[in-house]
Structure formats: structure tokens, C-alpha cells
């Protein structure tokens, strides 16, 4: 009996191992090619020719620095846009005596079941001069409902005493809105600005629907292009193809992976809220 | 005329409640907090919904829109492409939600059966990495590794272990029909199994440690445990997450649409991915006939999130929207 558990303990450990080297041999080898000035196919643990000239280029060249802060730029403001809209929602939609609450509700939960189509958004899009303009990501990212209702969901668990004890106290909807409720919420807040962040800044479809100006595109759509469409030949630039991409890659994913290990538990709140709450 | 009902406050005391229409005067800071998100969800969500006629309409780029009828529908139905689509927009994302699901089970009853706290941490924190990566990244990712030019990992892999003749070119993995399908199930497998074990891991964070015990009383093994206890203790979430997914087939793009290319269209091409070539990709679009497309598409998701949501209420006893 004592010999099974151990067995069992080593077959689990090796396949830990195997499981977290599935997921970190792909990352890996993208890092060290990106780290090598002449590209080869083995997996290495460590650059054989050491290089920087693929992150120079990137921070070098306009074609690419452009898009990487037009990312920066509509991942800041939509994940602010979105926090403004997904609070205000939660929190108004978090009042249970509230007169025509679910009617409130309603208008925003039908936009989850039934949409205008890809055509008719371009149309309006097209109206409000969104079409070839970055700020497009900010709007089509920031009002997102599917996060008004996990923040609403959030805003639920603070307990309804404390709101009645300010409207005593004369608070009006706006004041428990700064004074007590945002107050309470950082976590909530981290959470659902991640998931606003994280949706912006890995967008690729929409720019590629949308924007069809380099100079409002972002690094997401310049990556793709330039690794799988072979835009922008990278002989004009004195670095070897390989390493170049692959730097690109690192850099489109290197912010999120900086913040990463302190932000986990908060990505993960977002989740259990999200599916398992309701 | 009505009396108006008694509320009982959070104090216990009874009170009449007040007229609906000083209720909404004294909650109008509320109202007025909510316009922000009413007026930016209209411009966004509704008013496009406008522009669903269209599909009425023969509508090109250039020129006025002229009102035909249902001519598109029939031609959308007579169309081979469409119902490729239909079928591949199904196929993938019904294949895909299964698969990962399965792998998130597997991969989840592992991490649970883990002793080692630190062991666990660390392969937690490494699995849910690749979910923040964006679909460009690890289509960009996967396009190197499994590229046919000299630098491509796998073809190089293969040829050393001698299934490809070190002369012949390398297998092109996202351009060969046969190949597409599999490699793009592996490729959701390896992005999002991980995410995908958090809600189980959750569910099984709640099981009673006492029915361990009382199999452990039984003189149960370690597989049997897992058969009898953690398998059934996961049965409501599986189903949760398939109801949930269910919901969403109709959604699948940017996965298939950074991933595809011209040479698989057969046996990848989707609803939305259809819309996008014959709206942007082609000639002469006409916006009628693609809007069209997109309303059937529409449709059929509304369709299975009301569906879903009644499963959902059925099974678990509260719906998903």
C-alpha cells in the first residue's frame, strides 16, 4: 500500500513536468531565438550568438514603435473608459430597490443575446469616424457589458447595510458611490480592469477590420502582418529575420508578463466571479 | 385606487412605501449616473441594430441601397461557401469546447491530487500564462514553430527523428487541409486548458474532506478516489462550462481568423471569417448580402443563449445571462 502512493506521487510529478513543459518549451524557444542573432530550429536553453538587435530595431524603427504605443495609448484609456462605465453600471444596477432596475437591466442584457452583425457596426462606426482611428479600440472595448454585469455582481457583495447607513447620514448616490463603495472595491477593480486591459491591448480583429492606416494600427496587428502576411521585408532592417520576430513577440507580450506574477490572484477573482457566482 | 404596499426596512420597522413617482425623484441621482453607460450602449450596441435592414437591401459601396427583398437569403442559402461555413463554424467550436474541456478535467484532477503546495503554485502560475496571450501572438508563435523553412522546430524535430527525409521539404502545417484541423485543436488546447482549470479547481477546493476520509475508511486507492469522489464532485461544473460555452459557438473569429489562410479555407473557414472575406477581402462587396449573413448568424447565437439559458435553469437552477 505504502509503495502504490509513492508510485503515484512520481507518475504525478512527471507529469507536472511534462505539462509545464508543454506550455514553457514554445515560450522558451521564442525568447532565446529572440536573444539569437542567426536563427536555428533546435531548441537551445540559452542563445549560442548573442544579440539585442532585435529589440534595438523594434525601439529603433517607427514602423514598429508607432504601433506598440498606439497600444499603450488605447489599452490605458479604454481600460479607463471601461472601469468608468463597468462602476457606474455595477453600481446603479446593484440597487434592489431601485424603480425600473430590471428594465435597466434588460436593455443591456439584450445586447448579449442579439447584435447588430459586423456590417451594420461598421456602418455606424463609419458615421462616428471611428473607421481608421485607434480610438475606435477605446469605444469598442470600453463599453463592454458582459464586465457591467461582473461588476455588478461584485458591487452585490458589499452588504446593503452600509448603503442605508450613509443615506442616513445624507450621503447622496454619488457620495457612497466615491466615499464607500469605490473604496471597498479595489480588488474588483484590479480584477475588471485587467480583463479590460488584457481585451485592448491583445485586439486584432477589429484593427484589421477597421483600420487600415499604419499609423493607427496597433503592435498585435503589426506582429501578425509581419510574421504570417510577410509585410515589411526585414532586409531593411540589418538584424536576421528570425530574431526580429520573434523580439516582436516578446515585446507584444513581455508588459503583461512583467505584471503577471503579482496581478494572478486578481485575474483569478475575475474568473470565479465571472462563472461560478453569477 | 391602489393602496401602496408595506416594505419593511433593514431595521425590521414596517413603513408605507412612497408613490412610484417620488421613488424615482429621490433615486434620480442613480438615473443620472446610469446615462453614461445608457448613451455609449445605445451608439454602440442599438444603433447598429438599425442597420439590419440592409439585408433587405442591394447595398455596394458605391451607389444608393435599393430595396429587393429576401434575394439574399435565398441566395445565402444556395450558397456552397455559407454552409461551409455553417458547418465548420459548428465543427470547430463544438470539437474545441469538448477537447479543452477534457483536457481542463485531466489537467485539474492532477493539480488536485498534488500534495506538494509549491509544485502546485508554480504549474498553476505557468499554465495560465499562455491565456493573455493575444490570438496574434500565439498564431505568430506557433507559425515559427511549425513553419517548413530551416528554422521551424517541429519539421526540424522531425527530420532528426527521421519521419521526414532530411532532403525533402518540411510538412506546412497551416496551409494542408489535413493538417489545419488537429493543429488548431492542439494549438487551443495549449492556450486555454489551463484558464480552464480554475473553475474546477475551485469546485474541487469544496468538496467535503470527509468523503475522502470515509473512502479512505474503505480502504479506497488513490484511482479509485479519484473514480468515486473527485469525477462525480466535478459532474454539475462540467456540465456549467458546457452550457455556458454552448452559448457561444456561433462567436468563434479571431482564433480561426489569425490562424487560416487561403489554401484551408474548406476546412476552416467560419461564419464570421465568410462575412469579413466578402465584405472587405473581395472585389465588389455588397454590404446587403453580408449584412444578411451576419443576421442569420445573430439569430442563430441569440437562439442558443436563450436555449442555454434554459438548460441552465433547468440543471442548475439559474440561467447564464
Known amino acids: 500500500m505504502k509503495k502504490k502512493i509513492k508510485v503515484f506521487d512520481l507518475v504525478n510529478y512527471i507529469v507536472f513536468i511534462i505539462i509545464g513543459l508543454i506550455v514553457l518549451v514554445p515560450i522558451w524557444k521564442v525568447l532565446i531565438d529572440s536573444l539569437n542573432a542567426v536563427g536555428v530550429y533546435q531548441f537551445q536553453l540559452w542563445p549560442n550568438k548573442f544579440t539585442l538587435d532585435g529589440y534595438k530595431t523594434i525601439i529603433q524603427t517607427k514602423l514598429l514603435y508607432q504601433p506598440f504605443l498606439n497600444s499603450v495609448i488605447t489599452t490605458v484609456f479604454g481600460t479607463l473608459l471601461g472601469l468608468m462605465l463597468s462602476t457606474l453600471a455595477g453600481y446603479v444596477l446593484a440597487q434592489e430597490d431601485l424603480p425600473g432596475r430590471a428594465m435597466l437591466a434588460y436593455i443591456l442584457l439584450f445586447t448579449m443575446i442579439f447584435s447588430g452583425g459586423m456590417i451594420p457596426e461598421y456602418l455606424v462606426m463609419k458615421r462616428l469616424g471611428l473607421v481608421n482611428n485607434m480610438w475606435l479600440l477605446v469605444f469598442k472595448h470600453g463599453v463592454n457589458v458582459y464586465n457591467f454585469v461582473l461588476m455588478k455582481n461584485f458591487f452585490e457583495g458589499i452588504p446593503g447595510s452600509l448603503y442605508e447607513a450613509a443615506k442616513l447620514d445624507g450621503c447622496s448616490p454619488m457620495g457612497i458611490f466615491f466615499k464607500i463603495v469605490l473604496p471597498l472595491s479595489k480588488a474588483a477593480l484590479a480584477s475588471i480592469g485587467l480583463m479590460f486591459a488584457v481585451t485592448v491591448w491583445n485586439d486584432y480583429t477589429t484593427v484589421k477590420i477597421y483600420i487600415t492606416d499604419p499609423t493607427q494600427v496597433n503592435f498585435q496587428y503589426k506582429l501578425r502582418n509581419m510574421i504570417m502576411d510577410g509585410d515589411t521585408p526585414s532586409t531593411a532592417y540589418h538584424v536576421s529575420q528570425t530574431t526580429l520576430f520573434n523580439a516582436g513577440i516578446i515585446a507584444a507580450i513581455l508588459p503583461f508578463m512583467a505584471l503577471y506574477p503579482f496581478l494572478q490572484k486578481y485575474f483569478v477573482t475575475g474568473v470565479n466571479i465571472g462563472a461560478v457566482k453569477e | ?321
Not at chain 2, 80 to 108: C, E, R
Not at chain 2, 183 to 190: E, V
Not at chain 2, 192 to 217: C, H, M, Q, R, V
Open chain 2, 1 to 321: 385606487m391602489k393602496k401602496n404596499k408595506k416594505v419593511v426596512t433593514s431595521t425590521g420597522v414596517a413603513v408605507r412605501e412612497k408613490p412610484l413617482g417620488i421613488r424615482i425623484w429621490n433615486n434620480r441621482g442613480y438615473y443620472i449616473m446610469f446615462i453614461p453607460v445608457l448613451i455609449t450602449v445605445i451608439i454602440m450596441n442599438y444603433w447598429p441594430m438599425l442597420g439590419i435592414r440592409y439585408a433587405l437591401y442591394d447595398y455596394k459601396p458605391v451607389g444608393t441601397p435599393k430595396l429587393i427583398g429576401f434575394d439574399h437569403f435565398t441566395k445565402m442559402f444556395s450558397t456552397d461557401a455559407f454552409w461551409v461555413a455553417f458547418k465548420n463554424t459548428l465543427q470547430l467550436s463544438i470539437m474545441k469546447l469538448i477537447i479543452t474541456t477534457i483536457t481542463s478535467v485531466v489537467v485539474s484532477v492532477f493539480l488536485n491530487e498534488m500534495g506538494n503546495l509549491l509544485a502546485k503554485k508554480t504549474l498553476q502560475t505557468v499554465i495560465y500564462l499562455p491565456h493573455f496571450m493575444s490570438w496574434a501572438v500565439v498564431a505568430s508563435i506557433f507559425s515559427l514553430l511549425l513553419s517548413p523553412s530551416s528554422t521551424g522546430m517541429v519539421n526540424g524535430w522531425l527530420k532528426d527523428l527521421g519521419l521526414i527525409a532530411q532532403d525533402q521539404a518540411g510538412i506546412y502545417f497551416l496551409a494542408e487541409s489535413r493538417w489545419w484541423r488537429p493543429i488548431f485543436y492542439l494549438i487551443n488546447i495549449w492556450k486555454e486548458t489551463g484558464w480552464g482549470t480554475i473553475i474546477f479547481l475551485a469546485t474541487l477546493s469544496g468538496i467535503n474532506p470527509e468523503l475522502y476520509e470515509a473512502a479512505d475508511i474503505d480502504g479506497a486507492t488513490r484511482m479509485q478516489k479519484i473514480r468515486y469522489v473527485t469525477i462525480p464532485a466535478l459532474m454539475n461544473t462540467i456540465v456549467t462550462v458546457l452550457i455556458l460555452n454552448l452559448a457561444k459557438v456561433m462567436n468563434m473569429f479571431e482564433s480561426v481568423f489569425v490562424l487560416y489562410n487561403n489554401a484551408v479555407y474548406d476546412v476552416s473557414d467560419v461564419i464570421s471569417t465568410y462575412i469579413y472575406r466578402q465584405s472587405f477581402a473581395i472585389a465588389l462587396p455588397n454590404y446587403g448580402y453580408t449584412t444578411a449573413v451576419g443576421l442569420f448568424k445573430s439569430l442563430v447565437g441569440g437562439a442558443l443563449v436563450i436555449i442555454c439559458n434554459q438548460i441552465s435553469k433547468k440543471v442548475r437552477g439559474r440561467g447564464i445571462i
